[in-house]
């Protein structure tokens, strides 16, 4: 009765939900609580070259609306993961996304190179934004010539389409945008976690060994508003909107402020078949609201 489908210009999803990395696993580990196939896409957990172990607990703590985590990037490495897409792919037909990570310029493109190669991978979303790195959270995302060039770089050695994830933790968010888009993206991601702390009364330590860790859930939904907002208004690329989404309310929402999707995070980790609840719940909001087609709300916030 209602299109729900999203146009991202370089690839049609049936909805505009995609679970968000590092939220999801490798997508297998939900199949026993819904049909993979409903989803709009879905993005696996960020991927190294090599195997990494992540970073010793505690990784993730509690706060009033929110989730600090600190992972660390665990993960099997590439070659690991092209046997698991292998499998995932058997499982749906639903695009699969691979978040690329690296510690250097170099590792990024090189396991850019190695996806690239997969036709069972749809797009890459280039993870420039980790805050869980050492030296305070610093990250590629903060800086325009860097992001740029990076970008550049990995465009110019792939021919999937390119998103690029975007860290909040910068002054200015459009001039990353634009420097991203400027480099080549095809669709940009925001936003990664905002860089928190929490600290331990009994023993007067930091709770995370490295001291920040990055806050998501629906504490941060209001500043990912104001950021996706003023990089719609930056960018001429699709924006998918990430920060604290848990209904099809909110997904709406953002969709109005001018996003073309949405990434969930942290509510499959509260409640893992959410994606069910909140695609249903997006349609019968369009039901009740006649809106025939997310085209209809798109962008159309009054101010
Ligand atoms: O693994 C992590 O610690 C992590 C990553 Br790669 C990321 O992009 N965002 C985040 O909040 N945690």
């Known amino acids: 009765m209602v299109d729900l489908s999203s146009d991202l210009g370089f690839i049609k999803l049936k909805n505009p939900v995609i679970t968000a990395s590092g939220t999801f696993g490798y997508a297998e580990e939900f199949q026993d609580f819904f049909n993979l196939d409903i989803l709009g896409a879905f993005v696996l957990k960020g991927i190294y070259k090599d195997p990494k172990p992540g970073n010793s607990p505690p ?16 993960g099997p490495g590439a070659k690991e993961l092209q046997k698991i897409v292998k499998k995932i792919h058997k499982l749906t037909k639903t695009p699969i996304i691979i978040n690329v990570c690296g510690d250097t310029d170099e590792e990024y493109i090189e396991v850019a190179e190695i996806f690239d190669k997969m036709d069972e991978v749809t797009m890459l979303e280039l993870n420039i934004s980790c805050p869980n790195i050492k030296m305070g959270g610093k990250c590629p995302a903060q800086d325009e010539k860097h992001t740029y060039k990076l970008v550049n770089q990995i465009k110019h050695i792939t021919s999937k389409p390119l998103i690029v994830k975007l860290s909040p933790n910068v002054n200015d968010i459009s001039s990353i945008a634009i420097s991203a888009e400027e480099g080549g993206a095809d669709c940009i991601s925001l936003v990664n976690t905002f860089l928190g702390m929490a600290v ?34 930056s960018v ?22 001018g996003a073309s999707a949405v990434q969930i995070g942290t509510i499959n980790i509260v409640e893992p078949s959410a994606s069910v609840r909140i695609i ?17 709300i798109k962008g159309k916030l009054k101010i």
Do not use: C, Y
């Not at 609306?65 to 660390?72: A, R």
């Not at 709770?207 to 920040?212: E, P, R």
């Not at 941060?220 to 208004?233: D, N, R, S, Y």
């Not at 604290?244 to 997904?251: A, C, E």
């Open 200 to 233: 331990d009364l009994d023993s007067k330590k930091p709770v995370f060994k490295n001291l920040f860790a990055g806050l998501s859930g629906p504490a941060i939904k209001p500043l990912a508003l104001k950021l996706i907002w003023e990089v719609v208004q």
């Open 236 to 257: 001429h690329i699709p924006v998918i909107g990430i920060g604290g989404i848990f209904s099809g309310k909110d997904v709406l929402e953002f969709i109005l402020t």
């Open 280 to 296: 249903k719940e997006i349609e019968d909001i369009m039901i009740k609201s006649n809106i025939k087609s997310l085209d209809e």
């Open 59 to 74: 990784r993730i703590h509690e706060t009033a609306s929110g989730l600090l985590n600190s992972i660390g990037l665990p």
